[in-house]
């Protein structure tokens, strides 16, 4: 299957409205095009949500930059670029590789909360949560750690200078860009909220009204808190002028973020997490994301299975990978947080012997209950926003990337005289042990909100190396589900061998193990599937999960791109 040509592919997804093969995968997103979304390269690959953003990574390569230098520039453009999901205001997990490395390193620029938090920011008197708090405003944004991380990864390993590869982000902010389908969705989504904000409204709204598709989005006030960072790197964020007018508004709106926090913020270089599946190495985040855990363990559990045999979308297939992903869910709640601050049984929970037990556990023909699906017991021991990018080049040199704000436009507040949009990733704590977060995912104490902890994510950037060299890197937006996302894709292309461009634009599924369902994305599965999947007593809900795979494969001495078809987004290279 693997060898059909893209050729083929490439005509199947553009043509069909869905394609019923073996397996359904989506056709392209309404606008966007097949030839844009897949490309095949020799020298290197960019694969990102936004056309200017792969522009400005391709350009440079040409430039003589290597795959880091494009990663600052896609960094500082997608942030311009789509303002709902990412921005200088929030933070991400960064993985990369060159040849001759152990193994890659993980960078973490996840938003740290305030030094002044407390543990019931969220509640009320009475120990409830006071609604929204930890989505819309001051308090619903952690310190930002996007503009430390891209400066200090890029210092390590970029060539051109930061005034070089933050030139094009610049360039957007001031020159403008129109509207386009998904910022302008975003927009009509969020808009009760930003109009709140002045700063907001001034721009994101045109006489009163919602920018809409098509109108031009000029942010001047960006593009001097870029100039800021491109004159003085990491201090003209976290301190100098943008660093007093971010503690300028908090102060304002009694929030909680004081120079000292922006001043002290750190980016963590971590050791990722790595698992095996049948001969490769999987190398994905580590906590604070409780995405490298749950993508190995998903793997760990069905690896045995051999589910290749029965295809991606068999109702066996479907059945095993949903019952792993919500023993993770289960585990997740229980055990994950920021392991500067907890312990997370990280060894345990990306055993293969644990895995074992978990298939011990599954039924053969119906799925579990929620209230059988208990966490392991190990002695002595997330509106679906956020961006992806990834970047591999012939000589084994990857970067792959997902960043964000949390929700659409995360807080929606944006500081006054700067451009920057305050993330909401405050929202990613549990509020309380029990309480659900934006995707709905159980918190638990070992995710309550403390001084200068990082909330639990689930981005999973991930590089998957053969025999010592990068073969596939990846990873997705979409809270909850990219873990689920990245797995699946995973096992697409490891267990059932199908073509990159498939393995992205197969329907995907998701569990979490609350809500009690198992969620279908885009147009479902075939009715076969899903009838079985019914009788064995799955309740399915037909819900989109959001996700935008961002991946490249080398095979052959070929890179290949694939931006997901799901979304807005371009794969280029030479
Ligand atoms: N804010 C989404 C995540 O970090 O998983």
Same mark, same amino acid.
């Given at each position: 299957?693997?060898?059909?040509?893209?050729?083929?592919?490439?005509?199947?997804?553009?043509?069909?409205?869905?394609? $019923?093969? /073996?397996?359904?995968?989506?056709?392209?997103?309404?606008?966007?095009?097949? $030839?844009?979304?897949?490309?095949?390269?020799?020298?290197?690959?960019?694969?990102?949500?936004?056309?200017? #953003?792969?522009?400005?990574?391709?350009?440079?390569?040409? !430039?003589?930059?290597?795959?880091?230098?494009?990663?600052?520039?896609?960094?500082?453009?997608?942030?311009?670029?789509?303002?709902?999901?990412?921005?200088?205001?929030?933070?991400?997990?960064? !993985?990369?590789?060159?040849?001759?490395?152990?193994?890659?390193?993980? %960078?973490?620029?996840?938003?740290? =909360?305030?030094?002044?938090?407390?543990?019931?920011?969220?509640?009320?008197?009475?120990?409830?949560?006071?609604?929204?708090?930890?989505?819309?405003?001051?308090?619903?944004?952690?310190?930002?750690?996007? +503009?430390?991380?891209?400066?200090?990864?890029?210092?390590?390993?970029?060539?051109?200078?930061?005034?070089?590869?933050?030139? /094009?982000?610049?360039?957007?902010?001031?020159?403008?860009?129109?509207?386009?389908?998904?910022?302008?969705?975003?927009?009509?989504?969020? @808009?009760?909220?930003?109009?709140?904000? /002045?700063?907001?409204?001034?721009?994101?709204?045109?006489?009163?009204?919602?920018?809409?598709?098509?109108?031009?989005? *000029?942010?001047?006030?960006?593009?001097?808190?870029?100039?800021?960072?491109?004159?003085?790197?990491?201090?003209?964020?976290?301190?100098?002028? *943008? =660093?007093?007018?971010?503690?300028?508004?908090?102060?304002?709106?009694?929030?909680?973020?004081?120079?000292?926090?922006?001043?002290?913020?750190?980016?963590?270089?971590?050791?990722?997490?790595?698992?095996?599946?049948?001969?490769?190495?999987?190398?994905?985040? #580590?906590?604070?994301?409780?995405?490298?855990?749950?993508?190995?363990?998903?793997?760990?559990?069905?690896?045995?299975?051999?589910?290749?045999?029965?295809?991606?979308?068999?109702?066996?297939?479907?059945?095993?990978?949903?019952?792993?992903?919500?023993?993770?869910?289960?585990?997740?709640?229980? %055990?994950?947080?920021?392991?500067?601050?907890?312990?997370?049984?990280?060894?345990?929970?990306?055993?293969?012997?644990?895995?074992?037990?978990?298939?011990?556990?599954?039924?053969?023909?119906?799925?579990?209950?929620?209230?059988? +699906?208990?966490?392991?017991?190990?002695?002595?021991?997330?509106?679906?926003?956020?961006?992806?990018?990834?970047?591999?080049?012939?000589?084994?040199?990857?970067?792959?990337?997902?960043?964000?704000?949390?929700?659409?436009?995360?807080?929606?507040?944006?500081?006054?005289?700067?451009?920057?949009?305050?993330?909401?990733?405050?929202?990613?704590?549990?509020?309380?042990?029990?309480?659900?977060?934006?995707?709905?995912? *159980?918190?638990?104490?070992?995710?309550? +909100?403390?001084?200068?902890?990082?909330?639990?994510?689930?981005?999973?950037?991930?590089? +998957?190396?053969?025999?010592?060299?990068?073969?596939?890197?990846?990873?997705?937006?979409?809270?909850?589900?990219?873990?689920?996302?990245?797995?699946?894709?995973?096992?697409?292309?490891?267990?059932?061998?199908?073509?990159?461009?498939?393995?992205?634009?197969?329907?995907?599924?998701?569990? $979490?193990?609350?809500?009690?369902?198992?969620?279908?994305?885009?147009?479902?599965?075939?009715?076969?599937?899903?009838?079985?999947?019914? =009788?064995?007593?799955?309740?399915?809900?037909?819900?989109?999960?959001?996700?935008?795979? @961002?991946?490249?494969?080398?095979?052959?001495?070929?890179?290949?791109?694939?931006?997901?078809?799901?979304?807005?987004?371009?794969?280029?290279?030479?």
């Amino acid at each position: 299957m693997r060898n059909l040509s893209l050729f083929f592919i490439l005509f199947l997804i553009s043509a069909c409205s869905v394609f $019923q093969g /073996p397996y359904r995968t989506v056709p392209m997103a309404p606008g966007e095009s097949a $030839q844009e979304h897949f490309k095949v390269g020799k020298k290197y690959m960019i694969a990102t949500q936004g056309r200017y #953003s792969t522009s400005a990574g391709k350009k440079m390569m040409e !430039l003589g930059g290597n795959a880091m230098d494009a990663a600052a520039a896609v960094s500082f453009v997608i942030s311009v670029e789509r303002p709902q999901s990412t921005g200088l205001g929030g933070g991400g997990f960064l !993985l990369y590789w060159q040849p001759g490395m152990e193994s890659p390193d993980a %960078y973490d620029f996840r938003e740290k =909360a305030p030094l002044l938090a407390k543990k019931n920011l969220f509640l009320d008197k009475e120990g409830n949560e006071v609604p929204r708090k930890s989505l819309d405003g001051i308090f619903a944004g952690g310190v930002p750690g996007l +503009v430390a991380g891209i400066i200090e990864s890029h210092q390590k390993y970029g060539k051109l200078p930061l005034a070089t590869v933050i030139g /094009p982000a610049i360039e957007l902010a001031e020159k403008g860009f129109p509207v386009y389908t998904e910022l302008a969705k975003a927009l009509n989504y969020r @808009q009760d909220t930003l109009k709140s904000f /002045p700063a907001s409204e001034k721009i994101f709204f045109k006489k009163g009204k919602i920018l809409k598709e098509g109108d031009l989005l *000029v942010q001047k006030d960006l593009a001097k808190t870029l100039k800021a960072i491109q004159k003085n790197g990491r201090d003209g964020f976290y301190k100098g002028w *943008v =660093a007093k007018a971010i503690v300028a508004e908090e102060r304002r709106r009694g929030g909680l973020i004081r120079m000292n926090d922006l001043r002290r913020y750190n980016v963590v270089k971590r050791k990722p997490m790595k698992g095996t599946y049948k001969g490769n190495d999987v190398y994905s985040m #580590s906590p604070p994301s409780s995405g490298g855990i749950h993508v190995i363990q998903i793997l760990n559990t069905v690896e045995p299975l051999n589910l290749g045999h029965y295809g991606i979308q068999d109702a066996r297939t479907v059945h095993y990978t949903a019952s792993a992903m919500q023993q993770a869910f289960a585990d997740r709640a229980r %055990y994950l947080g920021d392991s500067d601050f907890v312990s997370v049984p990280i060894k345990e929970l990306t055993s293969k012997e644990y895995a074992k037990k978990i298939r011990a556990k599954i039924p053969a023909d119906r799925p579990l209950t929620k209230e059988e +699906v208990g966490h392991g017991e190990f002695d002595g021991y997330e509106s679906p926003e956020t961006t992806h990018f990834t970047i591999m080049d012939a000589e084994g040199h990857v970067v792959t990337s997902t960043q964000t704000i949390n929700g659409y436009f995360g807080s929606a507040l944006v500081i006054p005289g700067t451009g920057i949009v305050l993330n909401n990733e405050m929202d990613d704590f549990a509020t309380k042990v029990g309480a659900k977060n934006l995707f709905g995912a *159980v918190g638990g104490r070992n995710n309550l +909100v403390e001084a200068e902890k990082r909330p639990l994510s689930s981005m999973s950037p991930t590089i +998957v190396l053969k025999d010592n060299r990068p073969v596939l890197a990846i990873g997705t937006p979409s809270g909850t589900r990219i873990l689920t996302c990245v797995a699946q894709t995973l096992l697409n292309y490891l267990e059932h061998k199908a073509p990159l461009v498939n393995a992205v634009s197969a329907v995907r599924y998701h569990q $979490q193990w609350f809500p009690d369902e198992l969620r279908v994305g885009e147009f479902g599965l075939n009715k076969e599937t899903e009838d079985k999947l019914r =009788a064995m007593g799955y309740k399915i809900n037909h819900k989109n999960l959001g996700c935008r795979v @961002q991946a490249i494969s080398f095979e052959n001495g070929e890179l290949i791109g694939v931006s997901d078809p799901r979304g807005q987004g371009m794969a280029d290279g030479e």
